[in-house]
């Protein structure tokens, strides 16, 4: 009995190639996911396994804080010890992350800010160890870092 | 819960798509083609609403925004003729052999969005850019109802960008809006769920040219080349994966038959303005798209003007609207560049070289490049109408390595970060190249 006309060389070529080359991408892509940091468990962070999983605690920390800093407020996000570039990211992580609030810059674009430009945050971030001297009131703490109400000033 | 909400409304600004994409003119295309279609435009026309209203003084809401993008598709109906024939009206009758090589094609896309899905789940995926720049304005946007000219100018706000367009701020207002807060998981779940629209609607608007085994092999391709790239470039919850949706169908279309068809000319072209109002390289791209396209389909493109006029005006409206907004408020007057226009700095050529080879290579040792260039080159001899892909490719990498020629101090820093996110569609649009194997004559497209 005759069978239906295969597809030519050239059809199949023109399938295979394409279909191969998907199949590279899907087999590397698949190899290169986080398997080894179990892929299936719920992330603390958005950024826990990327390439820019080192401000994860600082996106975290930022996270929590939002319940205890009131509407209105201003706020900065310092780091123990200080890192000009990472307080330059988590000063971006608080305008995202605390909206309705005013986010001050400790460090802007890499740079320290002078000190007088967040002097009157009235809430202060520390992503790291808890400084030495604290800067006010002891609202929240986590394993990310500390959050404090500074006393008004007068 | 929040996220799946904020998920779930962008699928309204689909709706804004239908009264268009339910004209006959488009019932050759498969259903879900067609939908892929209708929220791609939706999307685009809901955008442009949203800055319309502020230009008009009118606060946001979401049920007016959907009416308003509906009204917008209901308008561009007008322009279609009741009694249009599509080209795609006669479904080809299957290959033999076709179904097993479709389903191995699809089970492929969808591998390769399950892989999309795994590393944005497990914040394997996510740009700090989303946090930047792109959720902020969404979000402060949505709180405000309308763009928050005060945030934009505030000093300590210079990294947001206020020039850059407003499509993927106001979509993402619009979500904000609708789930009553912003949610950062649903912005990054964005990078999957636009690819799972792609990889369903790729193919059938692949289809009418190359069969459908052929297409979903080429959408196969495409849907794994944006996967490896989205997970190795960081792309969740960025610009980058609107401005590929856009972008990849606009082109599907284009080198399709239909795209001889006016209807499919002016859904190419709110596509193309999608794109040019999602990035700011959107806009070269669209240029270079639809200046190629008359030259990669001489006939296809006649008559010139009016061809023109489908392509090109709807992304001048929508940038008109948005560079209105920005001069009324003093602002922006423009795209922000990094110098004089034609002060180049050659000596950093040798370095903006290196850095971006680098840069593409630590994106999956530049695989996703790579293997679509092969498959073109496989493919070889192409139809005519590998100008319009390649032709943009090129004209898109020249505009990159410009931009990064431009800048007074050592780019490499920038590139590292940029350059396989930015060079992205550049290895869609060799994918989709790949679809253009001479195989003898086309189908004739109808009258």
Sequence with gaps: ?154 | MTGLLWLASLLLVGLSGLPLLLHRAFAGYPLSTRLVLAGASGAALVSFAMTAAVLLGIPWNVPGLVAAGAVLAAGLRLFLKPALVFAADAPRPPEPGEAPRVLAAAALSLIAVGAALGATFAGAATSPDLLFFWGPKAQQFALARTFDAAFMRDEFHQHMHAYYPPLVTNLGAFASMAAGRMSWTGATLTFPLLLVFLAAGLPGALADRLGRAHAAAIAALTIAVISCLGVEADIAGNGEMPLLLFETLAIALLISDAAAEPPTQLIAGILLAGAAATKVEGLPFTISAAALFFLARPRASRPFWPAAGRLILPAAVMLSAWFAFGASRRIFFGYSGYGTLFDLHLDHARVVLAAVGRSLSAAGHALPWLVPLGCVLAALPLTRRWILPVGTAAILTAFFLFTYIHRPEDPSLWISWSAARIFSPVAMLLALAASLGSRGEPRPASP
């Design chain 1, 1 to 154: 009995m005759k069978r239906d006309s295969p597809l030519s060389t050239l059809d199949s070529r023109l399938f295979f190639v394409p279909l191969i080359g998907a199949a590279i991408l899907v087999a590397f892509t698949l190899v290169s996911l986080p398997w080894k940091e179990n892929l299936f468990r719920r992330p603390r962070t958005i950024f826990d396994r990327s390439a820019a999983s080192a401000v994860a605690p600082g996106y975290a920390l930022v996270a929590a804080a939002v319940p205890v800093i009131p509407a209105g407020a201003t706020v900065v996000v310092r780091t123990e010890p200080r890192d000009p570039i990472a307080e330059t990211y988590y000063h971006r992580f608080a305008d995202a992350l605390l909206p309705g609030r005013r986010a001050l810059p400790a460090s802007f674009y890499g740079r320290f800010a002078p000190p007088e430009v967040s002097r009157d945050a009235a809430y202060v971030l520390i992503v790291g160890a808890k400084p030495a001297e604290p800067p006010g009131r002891l609202l929240l703490e986590t394993p990310e870092g500390t959050v404090w109400e500074t006393p008004p000033r007068r």
